[in-house]
């Protein structure tokens, strides 16, 4: 059984990457700051998978939990949302924490993960990116940046190890049905008409799409894919015409 690791996967994306690389034969660990709920869900999943708690920022957490079995698959989906505020309004330290999780956290799990891959010159690493990181997106800098950064420490990490029997790909999402994105609609800071107007297919992406799109990737179907970032947006980056993309 392939050993998988999901950062960030007790609720959201997380969670649903988890579920599938589960269903596929993967025995997943789930890393997540919150030790109890990653507990709780792996329960969940099954008994052959378990929950871990982990700051991805903190390097000693990082090296405790890739140590902790020799995975095949590496997802790198931690996050958290950025102040979403007027550029001239937003504070660095703000700023730092975003980049600091994303960015850093991505950073120091794939260098960490990728030792014992290669060493067996056999892996699938899979990063979460954002069409923030594709596009801009007003009000979004320190996400953005920090998608963007992941896009190219994707390509980086990709060719440096294509040789050594490691694939390392991402994926950059829309703006996804979660909990998180219904919190903002309710506090009015997205508005999810305009959202649905502005993607082609006329609507948000589901937490499974990004999930299967997520473990094809880490998939053997994907032998010859390396250093791709495959938009799941709905054919948001695709629009380029002005007023509303669907009706």
């Known amino acids: 059984m392939r050993e998988a690791l999901v950062t960030g996967g007790a609720d959201g994306i997380g969670l649903a990457i988890a579920r599938a690389l589960a269903q596929s034969g993967h025995r997943v660990t789930i890393a997540d700051i919150d030790g109890d709920k990653a507990a709780e869900r792996a329960v969940e999943l099954g008994d052959v998978h378990r929950g871990m708690a982990c700051d991805v920022t903190d390097e000693a957490q990082v090296e405790a939990v890739a140590g902790s079995a020799p995975f095949d698959v590496l997802v790198n989906n931690a996050g958290i949302g950025d102040s979403h505020l007027p550029t001239l309004e937003q504070g660095i330290e703000a700023f730092r924490r975003v980049l600091d999780v994303h960015l850093a956290g991505t950073f120091l799990m794939s260098r960490e993960v990728a030792r014992g891959m290669v060493a067996r010159s056999d892996g699938a690493i899979v990063n979460l990116s954002s069409i ?116």
């Open 132 to 247: 923030a990181g594709l596009t801009g997106l007003p009000k979004r800098n320190a996400y953005g940046a920090a998608k963007a950064g992941i896009v190219a420490m994707t390509r980086a990490m990709a060719c440096e190890w294509a040789g050594r029997g490691v694939r390392v790909n991402a994926v950059a999402p829309a703006f996804v049905q979660t909990a998180l994105v219904e919190k903002l609609a309710a506090a009015g800071r997205i508005d999810l008409p305009t959202l649905r107007r502005r993607t082609p297919i006329g609507r948000l992406i589901m937490a499974e799409e990004v999930a299967a799109a997520v473990n094809f990737l880490a998939s053997p179907a994907a032998s010859a894919i390396t250093g791709v970032v495959l938009p799941v947006d709905g054919g948001w980056t695709a629009f380029g015409d002005f007023g509303d993309a669907s009706p």
